[in-house]
């Protein structure tokens, strides 16, 4: 048996792998070219970007956050200040299980079931990524145990924190305001106004008062700076720094000491004051009471706190001075008054034969007088020094609805004054067109009746009143009310004077003014409704009391505060200027539920004024005078 022998063939297996080779070399070839590329392009084109991301990956931009600016009152007393504290906070987002590192937190550092509690809600409110405050003002004791136990605890930090203070609390509370924690509404405006890069880093913002209205003055500029950082993100290096700027401070036309008195004035009663400058309309002082401690919001209010303030039957959250609307009641006859001789409805001389009552034209209905049988023949002065109801039904029927409407108009009545801070309300002073269009009823002469004397339909705030009475005491020249008289900056050390802003002049005859005047001052003297509150003065003030109605009274009957319930009583109110002769202070009082405007109200007046001409401290004896025969007693017809 043969074998048979395979003869290979060199040259066709030389020529393949020719062949492999010079494919493997194009491949190798290819891939290296692809290789180049992706290289030119991660290092040549996209140099600059992936250079920024590894940059990123050491460097870090830490926002620096401005220091708030202070506010002062008009004699340097300080009304909101900064102060420094230690802040725990935890970043929900870094933490699996946030009730157990809350527990093992609790074992370092006091946490109180209030503090999870107010955590829960911050967590509720915000985005999870967001860093969020579990303690405020640490210790430095539980400082140092944290620091070494650090380690344990990813995602949960201590900050040092600026934190506002308001050292005068309740007091100032709704004239300064407060900041709080800024939500998710707050960010949403901020991105609206293209201001959000200014707050990277904040976590307050301004909410009423002048921390809201003056919040770009106050908050400053952010900086930054660039951080090196290590594998472990800790800080190494500052690479780079822009410094933050500080807000600016605000210097307010404010008298501390005034605003304390005032408040001090009210005692245990609820209600509200405003006193102006009549001749620049600078406010030096705004009181409503009750209020409430501010520095509660600083760091988020806890539940508790907030139902106690939100669901109190005093409202101490209201601002009184600011947002109540109550009837002006007899303060607003001075402005009838006016309107009468304005208009050519009543002579000084004239004088009417008061019985008691008044009735419209073929009607039997009486509107009485809070005198029972008047006050027989009354002039103008003495309306005004009385204060006779009935006077004023007869001239509110002369006049009509419109030109009341049109000429106390020109006072500010039911309208907003312009003042620089948040949430002022219109008030409302009356027109046929607005019931109209309220209760798509036409107007009755009735209705007039009531307006005449500052019920019915009439609505107007305490900072209202201020700047109607203002307008009296300055022969008709209106300035706008603010609070704000400097601004100083804190680059440049330059102060910014607010001057006063003469809004408009009401036209008037110069001896009107001064018969109305005159008048007023009488109220305060013997024979007037507010002479309890003016014995003894060392100087001569004009005022007109006033008793606003609450519930109506049915015809016939009497009105009997001891058989009503006490938050159904009438309000007393008083408005004033001092001195009478040359004008610095103006004022209006409110308190609730509380009688006569002789009796309450216009003592408070005095205190305010005696503390401010005369620097006299409060005087309890006169903030309790009693009612005398002579003051003004409530209104015995219908509220319409």
């Not at 401005?66 to 929900?92: K, M, W």
């Not at 380690?151 to 407060?178: C, M, N, T, W």
Request: hydrophobic share 35%; proline share 5%; aromatic share 8%.
């Amino acid at each position: 048996m043969r074998n048979n022998v395979e003869l290979r063939n060199h040259a066709l297996e030389l020529q393949k792998f020719h062949t492999r080779l010079i494919i493997s070399a194009g491949l190798v070839i290819f891939l290296f070219l692809i290789l180049l590329v992706r290289f030119f392009y991660l290092q040549v084109s996209q140099q600059t970007h992936y250079h920024t991301l590894a940059e990123a990956n050491r460097i870090n931009i830490a926002p620096l956050v401005p220091n708030r600016g202070l506010i002062f009152d008009r004699n340097g007393e300080v009304l909101a200040q900064n102060h420094s504290t230690y802040t725990l906070e935890i970043t929900p987002s870094k933490i699996s299980n946030i009730e157990e590192t809350l527990n093992e937190l609790s074992t370092l550092i006091t946490i109180t079931p209030r503090d999870r509690k107010q955590f829960k809600k911050l967590m509720s409110e915000s985005k999870r990524f967001k860093s969020l405050p579990i303690r405020n003002k640490l210790t430095d004791e539980e400082v140092a145990r944290f620091a070494a136990n650090r380690y344990r605890f990813p995602g949960v930090d201590i900050k040092a924190q600026v934190l506002r203070q308001y050292p005068h609390g309740e007091i100032l509370s709704h004239v300064i305001g407060y900041i709080s924690r800024i939500n998710d509404k707050d960010l949403e405006d901020l991105e609206k106004n293209n201001a959000l890069d200014n707050y990277r880093g904040s976590n307050h913002i301004g909410k009423i008062g002048i921390e809201q209205s003056y919040e770009r003055e106050l908050h400053g500029i952010v900086g930054f700076e660039e951080v090196e950082t290590d594998a472990a993100g800790r800080s190494v290096r500052v690479l780079s720094r822009t410094p933050s700027i500080p807000g600016n401070d605000l210097i307010l036309s404010l008298d501390l000491g005034l605003q304390q008195a005032a408040y001090a004035a009210f005692g245990e009663r609820r209600g509200a004051l405003v006193a102006m400058d009549p001749n620049n309309g600078e406010i030096l002082a705004f009181v409503s009471k009750p209020g409430f401690d501010t520095n509660l919001f600083v760091g988020g209010i806890d539940s508790e706190n907030w139902n106690l303030l939100n669901k109190s039957i005093d409202r101490p959250l209201n601002n009184r001075a600011l947002r109540g609307v109550y009837p002006p009641g007899s303060t607003f006859k001075p402005f009838m008054a006016l309107a009468a001789l304005e208009l050519g409805k009543r002579t000084p001389s004239y004088a009417i034969s008061d019985a008691g009552y008044f009735t419209l034209p073929g009607a039997s209905r009486q509107y009485r007088d809070w005198k029972p049988g008047g006050h027989g023949r009354v002039d103008l002065h003495k309306s005004l020094v009385v204060s006779c109801d009935t006077y004023y039904y007869s001239l509110a029927n002369d006049l009509g609805i419109n030109a009341i409407h049109n000429y106390i108009g020109q006072f500010g009545l039911g309208k907003k004054t312009g003042i620089d801070i948040d949430g002022e309300v219109d008030g409302l002073l009356p027109s046929p067109e607005w019931k109209m269009r309220r209760y798509k009823q036409k107007w009755y002469a009735g209705d007039t009746i009531s307006i005449g004397i500052g019920q019915g339909y009439n609505l107007t705030t305490p900072l209202q009143l201020t700047f109607a009475t203002a307008i009296i005491a300055n022969k008709g020249k209106a300035f706008q009310p603010r609070l704000v008289s400097k601004i100083i900056n804190h680059q440049t050390d330059a102060v910014d004077e607010v001057s006063g802003k003469l809004l408009y002049t009401v036209n008037h005859k110069k001896e009107n003014m001064e018969l109305v005047k005159n008048a007023m001052v009488d109220v305060t003297r013997p024979g007037g409704t507010a002479a309890s509150a003016g014995r003894g003065a060392a100087y001569n003030f004009a005022g007109k009391t006033g008793t606003s109605q609450v519930i109506g009274i049915k015809q016939g009957e009497k009105y009997r505060a001891d058989l009503i319930n006490e938050r159904h009583r009438d309000h007393a109110m008083f408005i004033a200027f001092a001195p009478a002769e040359d004008p610095k202070i103006v004022l209006a009082v409110l308190v609730e539920n509380s009688g006569t405007g002789g009796s309450t109200a216009a003592p408070i007046a005095r205190q305010v004024f005696d503390y401010f001409l005369l620097k006299k401290p409060l005087d309890a004896t006169i903030a309790k005078a009693p009612e005398i025969p002579e003051e003004e007693h409530h209104h015995s017809h219908d509220h319409l």
